[in-house]
């Protein structure tokens, strides 16, 4: 018959089990630090030598017209699946509810995002996840979905570049809108998204970052602290109008697509936007909104103090 201090021990052995097993169900995922994160952008890239193949995953922050300035700014091809607030994980998964799938993708440009990227024609992709961001993570398993990207965009084509499309929030945020633009991307975009799925590719390539979110807080910053530019004042000027007139807190007009194009064209091509042609047309062909010359080139020179300042773009800190 055991003694007591050989049940007592049996029992201590059983509870030192049972805890590594619950550790090892629930542990935290691997995340790369600060430190390591930082390290993986130390190398800048080089620049391409000529137009880009691009596709776009992601949902209405992305939107048609948007990735249509983008191609006229810089001559190149483009494709696209997108959606309504969608996550990775619902691209990814063919059970997992798409909002607004078929009306979102009925258009030229529109094709399926895992033969594209299987196909191996694509040179670089851009993919954003939904917004609430936060919940992305808790509830969609949003770092392993970005891998789970990363990793077949790579497998079609080993030498494709990736980038995080860091995107913004709705306006009327509790936490407020231009802090959460300064802290969401060391909190959520970086710190969680990129340590998390970076650290789980074999591959050292990093995943590079289109600062959309931190440039439209600097405009806006630099817009709101003056005069009106081009009779551009505050940051709901950037954002569009639903039918009855009211604000949309969400979704950018012509102006702020234009803002979030030249963010992509700069760290895409890794050149300033400065010079580029302001009129340009929606994905409908009709033409869009166009920035006064003022406002233009307080966009473009925005554009460039913010993605050129930060190595996560790829772009050459000299």
Same mark, same amino acid.
């Given at each position: 018959?055991p003694?007591?201090?050989?049940?007592?021990?049996?029992?201590?052995?059983?509870?030192?089990i049972?805890g590594?097993?619950?550790?090892?169900?629930?542990?935290?995922? $691997?995340?790369?630090?600060?430190?390591?994160?930082?390290?993986?952008?130390?190398?800048?890239?080089? #620049?391409?030598?000529?137009?880009?193949?691009?596709?776009?995953?992601?949902?209405?922050?992305?939107?048609?017209?948007?990735p249509?300035i983008?191609? $006229?700014?810089?001559?190149?091809?483009?494709?696209?699946?997108?959606?309504?607030?969608?996550?990775?994980?619902?691209?990814?998964?063919?059970?997992?509810?798409?909002?607004?799938?078929?009306?979102?993708?009925?258009?030229?440009?529109?094709?399926?995002?895992?033969?594209?990227?299987?196909?191996?024609?694509?040179?670089?992709?851009?993919?954003?996840?939904?917004?609430?961001?936060?919940?992305?993570?808790?509830?969609?398993d949003?770092? &392993?979905?970005?891998?789970?990207w990363?990793?077949?965009?790579?497998?079609?084509?080993?030498?494709?570049?990736?980038?995080?499309?860091?995107?913004?929030?709705?306006?009327?945020?509790?936490?407020?809108? *231009?802090?959460?633009l300064?802290?969401?991307?060391?909190?959520?975009?970086?710190?969680?998204? &990129?340590?998390?799925?970076?650290?789980?590719?074999?591959?050292?390539?990093?995943?590079?970052?289109?600062?959309?979110?931190?440039?439209?807080?600097? *405009?806006?910053?630099?817009?709101?602290?003056?005069? #009106?530019? @081009?009779?551009v004042?505050?940051?709901?000027?950037?954002?569009?109008?639903?039918? @009855?007139?009211? &604000?949309?807190?969400?979704?950018v007009?012509?102006?702020?697509?234009?803002?979030?194009? &030249?963010?992509?064209?700069?760290? *895409?091509?890794?050149?300033? #936007?400065?010079?580029l042609p302001?009129?340009?047309?929606?994905?409908?062909?009709t033409?869009?909104?166009?920035?006064?010359?003022?406002?233009?080139?307080?966009?473009?020179?925005?554009?460039?103090?913010v993605?050129?300042?930060? #190595?996560?773009?790829?772009?050459? $800190?000299?």
């Amino acid at each position: 018959m055991p003694t007591r201090q050989s049940r007592l021990l049996l029992a201590g052995v059983i509870a030192a089990i049972s805890g590594a097993v619950i550790w090892y169900v629930v542990k935290p995922p $691997q995340a790369l630090t600060p430190a390591e994160l930082a390290a993986r952008y130390e190398t800048p890239l080089t #620049p391409p030598d000529g137009p880009l193949k691009v596709f776009h995953l992601g949902h209405s922050l992305v939107g048609r017209d948007m990735p249509a300035i983008l191609a $006229q700014l810089a001559g190149h091809e483009h494709a696209s699946q997108l959606g309504w607030g969608t996550p990775l994980k619902a691209h990814w998964e063919p059970d997992e509810p798409a909002q607004g799938f078929e009306t979102e993708n009925a258009h030229a440009h529109y094709r399926d995002a895992k033969e594209a990227l299987a196909s191996g024609e694509y040179n670089t992709f851009v993919l954003t996840e939904m917004v609430e961001i936060e919940a992305a993570i808790d509830y969609f398993d949003a770092p &392993l979905y970005l891998e789970k990207w990363v990793t077949a965009a790579r497998d079609g084509n080993p030498h494709i570049r990736t980038y995080l499309y860091e995107s913004w929030h709705d306006l009327n945020d509790p936490e407020g809108w *231009l802090d959460r633009l300064d802290t969401d991307p060391a909190r959520y975009w970086e710190g969680v998204l &990129l340590a998390q799925a970076m650290a789980a590719i074999p591959d050292p390539e990093p995943i590079y970052v289109i600062p959309a979110g931190r440039v439209m807080a600097e *405009l806006v910053r630099r817009i709101e602290a003056g005069k #009106p530019v @081009d009779g551009v004042a505050t940051r709901e000027d950037l954002f569009a109008r639903l039918e @009855d007139g009211t &604000l949309d807190p969400i979704h950018v007009n012509d102006l702020g697509a234009y803002l979030v194009a &030249l963010t992509h064209y700069a760290v *895409l091509y890794q050149r300033s #936007p400065v010079g580029l042609p302001a009129q340009l047309d929606r994905a409908d062909g009709t033409p869009a909104k166009a920035p006064g010359p003022n406002l233009a080139r307080l966009m473009q020179d925005t554009v460039w103090d913010v993605v050129s300042a930060l #190595p996560v773009t790829g772009i050459s $800190q000299n």
